[in-house]
């Protein structure tokens, strides 16, 4: 069974609708998402490398719920980018084989990608559903071949030869170790730190503006990087873009609200960039990536502690009825449950009680 979720928007009023399976047994499968940080444990306890007692269940009941269809691990192209940057070969073709064994090719789409069709579902008055969010193959998490042989550095052919493959550990290692896919991720890196020196160098004035400036100005530099981000649009498309850069300042923080991407990626960003305690790292622009689109889609994601309080803190967890967890340990009882249905006593759909993380008052 399907269930649509109407899930409160923030304080100003909106709502940020997206139609995402509830997470008890029976339903559609539950789609869990992983951090790197995450994967490397989840790997070495996969092939016997890690002698955790409970590292090793879950990655035990991680296969038996796989297996039965009943829960899913997309990877997503973050994942494949910083795989290219393990010095160990074998490392990362363990870390291959655990993608593929446990996420069994499937893949959380590009987030440019859902930026373009939220803008559509906003322009038509209609709700995103989940399972947009996710598709099947390698070249999915490159949204398509022509984008995948741009961004991998190979001819269409050998796309093609790719695509052919499938997902078998050869055609993924293949993928991470093309000598223009490291390219690109070098490109990317470089433009992450360039980035992350220029915001060390505005946010402490910016972090002291009246609270309304300062998050218009943020706003309106997220719309900005997000219609910079799409591909070639469709008229529709542009319309859209239209008619959100002729949105009033008012009005525009009302909108993002709307747009599950959006708002995560402005909530989590804005958050991040006023807390002066940590310095802003390259690395940091890489995780609202993918968080921007885990968040809003997948039912539970485990990512880093940092990135846990926020989410927490903000209350995104609760607007999107999302488990976000800070340890891997903590997906035991969840897998627990979906394998053993009613022998654990579950947390509902959201997150706040999990692994000793307070859940604090909305921020913004």
Request: charged share 25%; with cysteine.
């Amino acid at each position: 069974m399907t269930r649509g979720r109407r899930v409160r928007g923030s304080a100003r009023g909106g709502w940020a609708n997206v139609k995402k399976e509830s997470a008890v047994f029976g339903d559609p499968p539950l789609d869990i998402y992983l951090d790197q940080n995450q994967w490397i444990p989840l790997a070495r306890a996969f092939h016997g490398r890690d002698s955790d007692p409970v590292l090793k269940q879950v990655s035990e009941l991680a296969s038996r719920s796989v297996s039965s269809g009943d829960v899913r691990f997309p990877i997503s192209r973050l994942h494949l980018m910083e795989a290219t940057k393990t010095a160990d070969d074998a490392q990362r073709r363990r870390l291959i084989e655990a993608f593929l064994h446990f996420g069994r090719g499937w893949v959380v789409r590009p987030v440019e990608l859902l930026h373009a069709e939220e803008l559509l579902c906003w322009l038509r008055g209609k709700t995103p559903r989940a399972s947009s969010a996710v598709d099947r193959g390698l070249l999915a998490a490159f949204s398509g071949p022509t984008a995948a042989a741009l961004q991998l550095g190979v001819s269409p052919q050998e796309v093609e030869d790719l695509n052919r493959f499938g997902d078998s550990p050869g055609a993924w290692y293949f993928a991470l170790t093309m000598p223009g896919f490291h390219a690109t991720v070098d490109q990317i890196q470089a433009a992450a730190q360039k980035y992350a020196s220029q915001v060390e160098e505005v946010r402490g004035p910016w972090s002291k503006l009246p609270r309304t400036e300062r998050r218009t100005i943020f706003a309106e530099g997220l719309v900005r990087d997000t219609i910079a981000s799409l591909q070639p649009p469709s008229s529709e498309l542009q319309c859209a873009i239209s008619r959100l850069s002729a949105l009033r300042s008012g009005e525009l923080l009302d909108v993002i609200a709307r747009i599950p991407t959006m708002d995560v990626l402005f909530v989590l960003s804005e958050r991040k960039t006023r807390d002066l305690s940590r310095a802003t790292d390259p690395n940091d622009l890489w995780d609202l990536g993918f968080l921007a689109a885990v968040v809003p889609y997948c039912h539970v994601v485990v990512t880093e502690k940092y990135w846990t309080h926020l989410a927490r803190t903000t209350r995104l967890d609760a607007k999107y009825n999302t488990r976000i967890l800070s340890r891997l340990e903590n997906l035991l009882p969840v897998l627990e449950e979906r394998v053993n249905p009613g022998r654990q006593s579950g947390n509902g759909g959201g997150s706040a009680q999990h692994d000793g993380q307070p859940r604090g008052p909305a921020d913004g």
